[in-house]
């Protein structure tokens, strides 16, 4: 079975992706931002043929351009652990990332590196400058519940995600930073 990584996106309409930058910004420009941001992700990881890329969507009957003709899972109704969950569980026998859709810096070499590392390691993690994660890859060996109690869109997503974790081999990638902020913006604008 192909490894496969899920790009998790919402579908893009104004005031409904980006709120915490759209209330820096503006909901336009909030809007410009994630549609470039997500149309150069599907577009890289699309053209790299060491994985699939599949595109988890919420609200589930989205549909669109922006989705470029790539296959197409819905995200569920719940939280963000239900959801994420949900997408390894689809792929139980497999490799599975899940990558978000608002991280300017990623690479497809990212995504390569990370099912190269569970070779050796059972989850690899791209830790978020904000203390989150950027990247989440497992290997068929997964805890059976490696999101319960974790402290989402907190700087101890990460920390709490690792605990649940423990005495399993993990990988980090590269600190990247997600844009949730105009200041998250800012720092990606000046590093580039």
């Known amino acids: 079975m192909k490894d496969t990584v899920f790009v998790f996106a919402r579908a893009p309409h104004l005031g409904t992706v980006k709120r915490r930058l759209a209330r ?3 909901a336009r420009a909030a809007l410009r931002f994630y549609v470039a941001t997500l149309s150069r992700t599907l577009r890289l990881l699309a053209a790299d043929r060491r994985f699939r890329t599949v595109v988890a969507v919420t609200p589930d009957g989205a549909r669109g351009r922006w989705l470029q003709g790539l296959p197409v899972v819905r995200q569920g109704p719940g939280d963000l652990d239900q959801r994420m969950q949900r997408a390894f569980r689809r792929h139980a026998r497999g490799r599975v990332a899940i990558v978000g859709s608002d991280i ?3 690479r497809a070499d990212d995504v390569a590196r990370a099912f190269r590392l ?6 690899c993690f791209g830790p978020a400058a904000d203390g989150g994660y950027w990247l ?3 290997s068929p060996r997964r805890p059976a519940a490696p999101f319960g109690h974790v402290r989402w869109s907190s700087e101890w997503a990460l920390r709490d995600t690792l605990a649940n974790f423990e005495g399993r081999r993990v990988a980090l990638l590269r600190q ?3 844009v949730d902020t105009q200041a998250d ?8």
């Open 136 to 138: 989440v890859a497992m």
């Open 185 to 192: 913006l800012r720092a990606v604008r000046n590093a580039a």
């Open 118 to 123: 569970l070779g050796r390691a059972q989850a």
């Open 104 to 106: 300017p810096d990623l």
């Open 24 to 26: 820096d910004i503006g």
């Open 176 to 178: 990247l930073r997600d």
